[in-house]
């Protein structure tokens, strides 16, 4: 049909109604859409609220479930103050280096600690320094040493009579006649030995974190452990 | 509403949604998709209705808005396809081209002229003349002013005419 020139708004609007096809719904999309409403019909109006609410509720724990105050054992919370010295360590260096034995009376008077024994690197590790320490209350003494491949180990001792070792976080090692049972705790990317001399309560952390190296951290641990005696001063 | 009458009143538009779908996608396979995904959606969603307001216009909102969304899709898809991303197991209106073999041939000048306008004026036009909606309930399904309805309807009839006048010379 050929339009006027002019057609007016009225006359093409009678137009749009009367000369466009309308298009039905088939049959199968009938049917679909009466099958979609069947199960509806069926619905339990209190399961919605139900969902809802439980949805909010669990929106809000993982909202707020940081900000709640979280246990931490007594260990781990010494032993984040060890890897932070570790850490402060790695980034600027020790702040009063001392080398063994020449520095021994200065160091057991600083830190509260005497050192009976102390290993003083072999073939595998060399020592860098010593100082005293002061960490979550403690007056302490740290030891440096640094293997072939450049990890740093920090051997840190803070007195602390009875410190609680959880059984799951031991490791048995062996090595020869030896056996020790540290324990093994990861922080924020570095692997600690926490055990116990006596009243005090020895440290090991280094960045060997991996299958590979935890071989050889085991290995350290044991030299460290063997031929280092600490004692509280007198 | 409860949801039983909720439904029946639903279903006694399913014709009109139907055509208007035909018109938005010109392909019977999408149109049924559209359809379909439109009651779903309205079923699921029928608590958000406020009873006392036209529900016509509720489900020809649903309708349009989930047309835009998928065909949005499919733009960005077809986009996507030429990357290597596989062109199965995508979601509806993506299976056929805009024209297919199943696409509704256009029969008249005025069925051409009306393909050929943007979808914003094609909606106006079929709600407002052919739906005969009231120029409230066509701002309620194009969530605009009303007066940008009467804009468009008037830009939609010059358009219209200009396109049958370029017909009629052919």
């Known amino acids: 049909m050929t339009p006027p020139p002019y057609e007016s708004d009225e006359s093409l609007g009678a137009r749009l109604r009367a000369e466009l096809p309308r298009h039905t719904a088939p049959t199968h999309v009938r049917a679909a859409v009466a099958a979609a409403a069947a199960p509806a019909r069926r619905s339990t109006p209190w399961l919605s609220p139900v969902l809802a609410a439980a949805a909010t509720a669990l929106v809000l724990g993982l909202v707020f479930m940081p900000m709640l105050p ?59 320094g010593a100082e005293p320490v002061y960490l979550d209350e403690r007056r302490g003494m740290a030891l440096y040493y640094r293997d072939g491949d450049g990890h740093l180990l920090t051997y840190v001792v803070l007195p602390f009579p009875g410190m609680a070792i959880l059984d799951r976080w031991r490791v048995p090692i062996e090595r020869g006649q030896s056996r020790y049972r540290p324990a093994l705790l990861r922080d924020e990317g570095f692997s600690t030995w926490v055990w116990r001399q006596g009243d005090l309560a020895c440290f090991l952390v280094s960045d060997m974190v991996s299958a590979e190296d935890a071989e050889r951290f085991k290995d350290y641990f044991v030299r460290v452990r063997r031929a280092t005696d600490p004692v509280l001063a007198q | ?82 990357d290597g991303v596989p062109t199965w197991d995508v979601p509806m209106f993506h299976d056929a081209p805009e024209e297919s073999s199943s696409a509704v041939e256009a029969h008249t000048d005025l069925e051409r002229a009306l393909r050929r306008l943007p979808e914003e004026f ?34 939609a009839k010059e358009r219209l005419r200009g396109l049958l006048r370029d017909y009629a010379k052919e």
């Open chain 1, 70 to 128: 979280r246990f931490v054992h007594p260990t781990e919370q010494l032993v984040r103050s060890v890897v932070a010295e570790h850490t402060r360590t790695l980034m600027w260096g020790s702040r009063h280096s001392q080398v063994i034995p020449a520095a021994l009376p200065w160091l057991t008077q600083e830190s509260g600690i005497g050192l009976r024994q102390v290993f003083a690197g072999d073939d595998a590790l060399v020592f860098v």
């Open chain 2, 1 to 82: 509403m409860a949801s039983g009458d909720f439904q029946r009143a639903a279903l006694e538009h399913l014709d009109a949604l139907y055509n208007f779908a035909m018109y938005l996608t010109r392909n019977p396979p999408e149109a049924d998709d559209l359809v379909q995904e439109t009651y779903l959606r309205a079923f699921r969603f029928s608590h958000r209705f406020q009873p006392g307001t036209h529900l016509r216009a509720w489900l020809f909102q649903i309708l349009r808005n989930t047309f835009l969304t998928f065909y949005r899709l499919r733009e960005r898809e077809s986009a996507l396809a030429e």
């Open chain 2, 122 to 155: 094609r909606t106006v036009l079929l709600l407002a003349e052919v739906e005969g909606m009231a120029l409230e309930d066509v701002a309620r399904v194009l969530a605009c002013p009303v007066g940008t309805v009467k804009s468009r309807i008037f830009r």
